[in-house]
C-alpha cells in the first residue's frame, strides 16, 4: 500500500494530507481542509465532535474522488480532552473544551488531597489548570461514575471509523494520570476521582494496527477501504517525530502553532523537584521517548488578535506590519494565565502593558510586534532553563509547525538566543503520523531514516543571529513582567 493519509486536527483548524513516498521523497498533497473552534454554551466551552467526524468523512470521499482505493490512515488531535461513553459506546455529554473556565480551582482543590510533589514524581506531568487529572475532577461525578469508558479526542475518532477502543500512549501521558513506573494509569490517582481502571483502555503504541474502517462507512459514503495505523495522536508527539535531526549537533525543537511547545526528545524522564518547579513536562513519545517540553502560550494570541480585528489582515501581513513597528516597545509574559481565554485578547494585553507602565500598543502592527518579541524572549529565557535541567549545551533551535512560515518571529528568536535557528517543515506534524504508517507498512525500517526523509524533501531556511542592542536588559525587563508560572 504506498497511498498514506493524515488526519490532523488542531484547535483551530484540521485536514486530510495525502503521503507518498517515491525515490526517498516524500510528499504531500492537502486533500481537504475545514475549520475547528470550541462554541461556547450557557457559560461553557464545548468541541463540536461530530461535526470533525463528518469532516473526515468528507476528506476521505474527496480521497475516492482522487482515485485512492485503498490506503492507511492515522489520526492527531490535541490532547487533553476527552469523550465519556456509556454501555452501548453512546456519549455521555459533549465534549468539553480545555479553555473552559470549570476547572478554575480544580488545582487547588486537589493539592488539598494529594501533594503537587507526589503527583509530579508519579507522572512527570506539569500542573496545567485544563490537564485531563482536573477537567475529571471537575467534571459531573455521576456522568463520571456512569461511563463505561473514557477515550480522548482522536481514540473516539479511531472508534467511531474502526469500532476500536484505545488510549494511545502519547495523548494518554497528557492527562496527568499515567505513572512513570509502572507505564499504567495510577491507581491513587484514578482513586481520587472515584474512577476504575477498566473505564480507561488498553494504552496503545504508536504503529499499531487498529483495523479498518467499518464497511458500512465504506459502502454508504463511497470510502476508500482504510487501515487504520495508530499514530502519534498528540499533535505535539508528531510534530516532534517530523523534526528532521541535526546530525552532530545537539538541537532543541519547538513546535509552533496555537501553542508553542519548546523542548528535547529524551530516552529517560526528568521529573525531579527542580524540573517540576520550572514547571517542565514529562510527555511520553513514540518509541520509548519523552518529550521534555515547556509549554507556551504561542500563536494563540496573534490568531486571537486577528480574529478580534476582524481578520482584515493575514498572518503574512500582520507580520510585515510588525516588522515596521518599533521594537521591543511593549513586552507581555506570555503565559500569564489572563492569555488562556479572555473575554477580548486585544484588550487584555493592551492592559498588561499600561498595568505594567509601558505604552499601550494600538496599531494591529503594534499588537503584532507586542506578541512577536514577548515571545522571542519567553524563548530565550525557557531556552536557558531547559539547558540547565538538561545539563546540555543546545546548538540550534529548529522552529517546526506554522510558526516557521513567521519570519520574523524566527529572525527574533536568533536574536535573543544568541543561535542558529532552522525554519521548516512547517508541515510536520503530518509528516510525523505520516512516520509511523510508513514503519508500520515497512517501507521505512525506523524513524532515524523517516527523519532523514523528511529533511531531504521539505526545505529548512537558517536564520543566524544578529546583535540586539541592551539584550540582556530586555530580558531581565521581561523576566520583571513574567507571571508565576502556572502554564
Known sequence: MN??????????????????????????EELHRFSNGFTEHEGS??????????????????ATAHGITECTLGID?????????????????EVYAYRDCRTEGMM?????????????????????????????????????????????????????LGGRKINEVTNASTTQLLNLQTGDFDSELLSLLHLRREQFAVLTAPGESLGYIREQLVSRYDLPRCQLICAATHDTASAVLGVPVQ???????????????????????????????????????????????????????????????????SFAELARLAGEAEGFRSLIPCNDPRFLNPDHMIEEIRAACVESGQPEPQTPGQLARCIFDSLALSYGSYLQELEALTGTAVEVLQIVGGGANNGLLCQLT?????REVLAGPTESTALGNLAVQLIHEGSVAHIAEAREIIGNSFPIVSY???????????????????APDVL
Open 464 to 482: 543566524t543571529p544578529q546583535p540586539v542592542p541592551e539584550l540582556q536588559h530586555l530580558l531581565e525587563r521581561w523576566e520583571a513582567l513574567r
Open 77 to 93: 488531535t490535541w490532547a487533553v480532552d476527552y469523550v465519556l461513553l456509556d454501555a452501548e459506546g453512546n456519549r455521555i455529554q
Open 414 to 418: 536568533a536574536n535573543v538566543i544568541g
Open 3 to 28: 497511498k498514506h493519509i493524515a488526519v490532523d486536527i488542531g484547535a483551530s483548524s484540521g485536514r486530510l494530507v495525502l503521503g507518498t513516498l517515491r525515490d526517498g521523497i516524500l510528499t504531500l
Open 45 to 62: 466551552c464545548f468541541w463540536d465532535i461530530d461535526y470533525l467526524f463528518d469532516q473526515i468523512i468528507t476528506g476521505l470521499q474527496k
Open 247 to 313: 546530525k552532530g549537533r545537539s538541537s532543541a525543537y519547538i513546535s509552533s502553532g496555537t501553542w508553542s511547545l519548546l523542548g528535547v526528545e529524551l530516552d529517560q524522564p526528568i521529573n525531579n523537584p527542580l524540573a517540576m518547579a520550572a514547571n517542565y513536562t514529562n510527555e511520553w513519545g513514540a518509541f520509548g521517548t519523552y518529550r521534555f517540553l515547556k509549554n507556551i502560550m504561542g500563536l494563540w494570541l496573534i490568531q486571537e488578535v486577528r480574529r478580534l480585528d476582524g481578520e482584515r489582515y
Open 108 to 160: 487547588e482543590e486537589v493539592a488539598a488531597l494529594i501533594p503537587p510533589e507526589t503527583v509530579y514524581a508519579k507522572t512527570g506531568i506539569q500542573q496545567l489548570t485544563f490537564n485531563t487529572l482536573y477537567q475529571l475532577y471537575a467534571h459531573d461525578r455521576n456522568e463520571r461514575a456512569a461511563a463505561e469508558q473514557i477515550l480522548l479526542v482522536p481514540d473516539y475518532l479511531y472508534y467511531r
